[in-house]
């Protein structure tokens, strides 16, 4: 399937080897599911095999057919973080398919779905065949947001849907890929994006550079387009991040400072414009004043989070379900009552090493490009794992994102491998093969 | 730009390190809490899936279990005498008594079975609550109970060296069979099934209040117990005259003032201790609630800094006046005269263990409060005995047997006084005390002193508590 078209001459032999730390960790992997699958048989029925085994099997699959695939291509990736990816997604699907069985299938093809998809963005990733085309796949997020605006359809509170018959998604979703490949095409451009400078750019220097200015009035376009959906979280998530990686290639404080400032002001304007988000805040500050209203869904995962204890109840053996949108926004506390705060920590862990990883990658990239569509990547995750998470465990406001890679939703799940896909194509390290691609 | 993004990873670890502080505050340090909160609602759900836990008496004898899974197969098999205090677990009423102050381990909410999530499924039978075992005795509460039945009361009977309680009954009591459908008359009734009177009832103490008042005039130094006091039959306490209804006792000591229960002499020890009365009454609880395994309600005894008046004085050194106590307070009382002036915690359960056995929980015995010194205790209890032996108490004497008491007749704006007996037996190291109210039953040495005396023959047969 994949051919190497780029020996360099002076590559190292182990990077064309089979990848075996991959391999083992994705064994690791492969384990990890079974167990899931085995305790959740025993919880749900009693059984130690049950139907369960293969569907939490069946989710880990995709990733040992990606490692195949990698290593047979040559693939000059990390692989250590294929491994991770694989590690969120086993660690989610049981709590889905336990919470919905009728969904698990459908899931299960997400997943499948989105792990090819991730292949395909790592490859073409690592060979800069990405290289470019950010600027069309934003043009192209802008007009599917716009469009949704138009015949979009509402589901929990964001009129950000948009269906082609049956098949529903989220274009706000889409957009955070082009965001992250625009703003790595556009601010690599900058002189302060080379990986070893510490020069910061004025603001008038970033505002000269087309590509960098191109960037970010369309990064605004998405981000003001995707609040009108009133889809508050996710229009969060990539203003974050966005400013994140703004920074990184620039090094401006001053924007840094404006842009957080900018953030809180709108927060606030969205709170006194939209009821549902000044509620949110509301029940944040004390979700026990209305435990049965508007705290209700707090109230709830505390309740999961509490019953979890330590060591959980066990897969099958919780009642997750009270937690209002369990399989999507509250996943981690559903998961949380049934894992304890053991599989709890063990999740954090995993989007810890994923990110972390990823920033380590980032800075040993061979060109800022790969440096900033690895740290774009990066930014997605960490930001809406911790925006979630922590709205979860009752650190910030809740928001309706969804756990990067583990909740229910096939835009979702698509999306994050992709993102994760960009972020193991940006983590190829050899300058030598930056000028190459097919000849 | 390499360090910039060393700096997102600063802050990334951060943020991950807020994401682990948070979950650990919520799942392992306030878990507990939140998990068993009734407003959880999985605890609804396993109230309905799990055997709600026995209550058995201190020898093993069931007073109230469960025959499956759920509220609704709560059976109720003890002496009806105890059904106010243990209360009952309805689906439809709720919970009250014991049973609501003992539902966290009743329930199985907390105990053993916590996290047995996947082996009870896979064991495929319903989890139990904890067993709770008290140190009520079932045989000294029947007799109890027989010495209530017909009448309006409570007897309360502890084991006076350890503060156990082997006897809480109350009068009139209501049917735990058909409860839900008897509810609305039940509560409609004028004389309050539902409240157990022993823990919860409010009275004037009337004369038991002279062992405490004797026992602080002691300990106070304003008396000796050779003291002798000239009894004419009546008293005066600022513009009050008391009187004795039996007459003048003459020349009589502490010991015999507390025989023949001489108000005169009473009148007389309280107008000495003055505002100090208020003050050290306090010592026995009569001012705040007697902790205890279920709530209680204070004594309403107040204490005032100044300007205390003399009728006010005379009036508590007799045990009228506006004072009220609960029968535990009394019992406690004479329990702290036969415990060398210690008064213990009381405690209805003796030990929390699970379904299989297994101790989850035990009760020690523990000092409440040194209350009177020993002599003085000494002194008091030696009134109380010649009070048995020939004084008010006589009734209550039983041949072969070492008993001390106090009656009362505490006068009250309901009609009839309310008849009082507290008591004490002794048989070598085991101390049992007893109080016994009947409400407008008249005099406390007719009305109450001979069912004392038949609920401590009981008690001291039994060999219940230390003396075992």
Redesign the interface.
């Known amino acids: 399937m994949m051919e190497e078209h780029s020996q360099a001459p002076n590559a190292s032999v182990a990077l064309h080897h089979a990848r075996d730390t991959e391999r083992s960790l994705i064994g690791v992997v492969m384990l990890m599911s079974l167990m899931a699958g085995f305790s959740l048989s025993l919880g749900g029925n009693g059984k130690l095999v049950g139907l369960e085994v293969a569907y939490c099997f069946a989710s880990s699959v995709p990733f040992a057919l990606a490692h195949l695939l990698f290593a047979a291509g040559h693939f000059e990736g990390d692989e250590v973080l294929l491994p991770l990816v694989g590690a969120a997604v086993v660690m989610g699907y049981p709590t889905v398919y336990r919470l919905r069985p009728d969904l698990g299938l459908r899931q299960l093809g997400f997943i499948w779905l989105g792990t090819a998809i991730m292949v395909l963005f790592a490859v073409c990733q690592s060979r800069r065949k990405l290289e470019g085309l950010g600027f069309l796949a934003l043009v192209g997020s802008i007009a599917l947001l716009v469009l949704t605006l138009i015949v979009g359809e509402e589901r929990g509170g964001a009129r950000s849907w948009l269906f082609l018959g049956d098949m529903g998604f989220q274009p706000s979703e889409v957009a955070k890929i082009a965001c992250i490949l625009a703003g790595a095409d556009g601010f690599s451009r900058l002189s302060t994006a080379d990986p070893a400078t510490k020069t910061r750019a004025p603001a008038r220097e970033i505002w000269g550079c087309a590509e960098a200015r191109r960037a970010i009035l369309m990064w605004g376009a998405v981000v003001l387009l995707t609040v009108a959906q009133r889809d508050v979280g996710t229009a969060m998530v990539i203003y974050i991040s966005c400013v994140a990686m703004a920074y990184v290639a620039t090094g401006n404080r001053v924007m840094v400072l404006v842009s957080a400032g900018i953030g809180a002001g709108a927060v606030i304007v969205a709170g006194q414009v939209f009821p549902h988000i000044g509620v949110r805040f509301v029940s944040w500050l004390n979700p026990w004043a209305d435990a049965t209203g508007s705290g209700y869904q707090m109230a709830q995962s505390f309740y999961a989070l509490a019953s979890g204890g330590i060591f959980g109840r066990g897969y099958g053996c919780g009642s997750p379900w009270l937690i209002p949108a369990a399989v999507t926004d509250m996943l981690f506390s559903a998961s949380g009552e049934e894992i304890g705060l053991a599989g709890a920590l063990g999740l954090i862990a995993i989007y810890f090493l994923m990110v972390g990883h990823g920033y380590s990658c980032a800075r040993r990239a061979g060109s800022s490009y790969w440096a900033l569509g690895a740290v774009g990547a990066a930014n997605i995750v960490a930001v809406q794992a911790f925006v979630i998470i922590g709205g979860n465990l009752g650190v910030l406001p809740l928001t309706g994102v969804t756990l990067p890679l583990a909740s229910y939703g096939g835009t979702s799940m698509v999306t994050s491998l992709a993102i994760v896909g960009i972020l193991l194509g940006s983590t190829r390290r050899r300058l030598a093969a930056c000028g190459g691609g097919p000849s | ?9 600063q802050a ?2 951060a ?2 390190a ?3 502080v ?3 505050y ?3 340090i ?6 068993t ?1 009734p ?4 605890m609804a ?1 396993l109230e309905r899936d799990v055997v709600r836990g026995s209550i058995l008496d201190r020898n093993g004898n069931v007073i109230c279990d469960s025959v499956g899974p759920g509220l609704s197969m709560r059976v109720y098999r003890g002496p009806d005498s105890l059904a106010p205090l243990v209360g009952y677990a309805s689906p439809i009423l709720g919970k009250s008594g014991l049973e609501a102050a003992y539902d966290v381990w009743l329930s199985g909410r907390r105990g053993p079975y ?2 047995t ?2 082996l009870s ?2 064991i ?1 039978q319903p989890d139990y609550g904890c067993t709770v075992r008290l140190t009520i005795d079932v045989d000294i509460q029947k007799a109890c109970e027989s010495a209530l039945r017909g009448r309006r009361g409570a007897a309360i009977v502890v084991d006076a060296a350890t503060g156990e309680l082997l006897a809480v009954a109350s009068s009139p009591w209501y049917s735990m069979k058909g409860l839900e459908l008897a509810w609305d008359s039940i509560v409609s009734r004028d004389d309050s099934p539902l409240v157990c009177r022993a823990t919860c009832g409010m009275y004037p103490p009337g004369s038991t209040i002279k062992m405490a008042v004797a026992a602080i005039a002691l300990d106070c130094g304003v008396t000796s117990p050779d003291e002798i006091y000239e009894c004419e039959g009546f008293a005066r306490a600022g513009g009050t005259v008391i009187h004795d209804p039996a007459g003048a006792h003459g020349r009589v000591d502490l010991r015999d003032a507390l025989s023949v229960s001489c108000n005169t002499a009473f009148v007389e020890l309280g107008i000495r201790l003055g505002p100090k009365l208020h003050d050290q009454l306090r010592r026995f609880f009569f001012d705040r609630s007697i902790p205890l395994d279920v709530p209680t309600p204070p004594g309403n005894l107040k204490v005032r800094d100044a300007g205390v008046s003399g009728d006010a004085i005379g009036q508590l050194a007799i045990g009228q006046g506006d004072l009220l106590v609960t029968p535990m307070h009394v019992a406690m009382m004479a329990a702290a005269v036969v415990n060398k002036g210690v008064m213990m915690r009381p405690h209805l359960v003796a030990s929390v263990s699970a379904a299989d056995g297994t101790p989850v929980m035990t009760t020690r015995a523990k000092a409440l409060a040194a209350a009177i010194t020993p002599s003085s205790a000494d002194v008091v209890a030696d009134g109380m005995i010649q009070a048995v032996k020939r004084g008010t108490a006589r009734s209550a004497a039983r041949w072969g047997y070492d008993i001390g008491g106090k009656t009362g007749t505490a006068q009250n704006p309901h009609g009839s006084p309310h008849a009082w007996f507290a008591g004490f037996g002794v048989d070598g190291s085991q101390r049992i005390a007893v109080a016994i109210v009947l409400e407008n039953a008249g005099a406390g040495g007719s009305a109450a002193a001979p069912l004392g005396g038949d609920i401590l023959k009981v008690a001291l047969d039994s060999k219940t508590g230390t003396g075992r």
Do not use: F, H, K
Request: with cysteine.
């Open positions: 730009m390499n360090q910039r993004i060393l700096r997102l990873l990334w670890i943020g991950c807020i994401l682990v948070a979950a650990t919520y799942q392992a306030t878990a507990d809490e939140l998990a909160s407003e959880n609602p999985r759900n916590d996290m999530g996947v499924t896979l495929d």
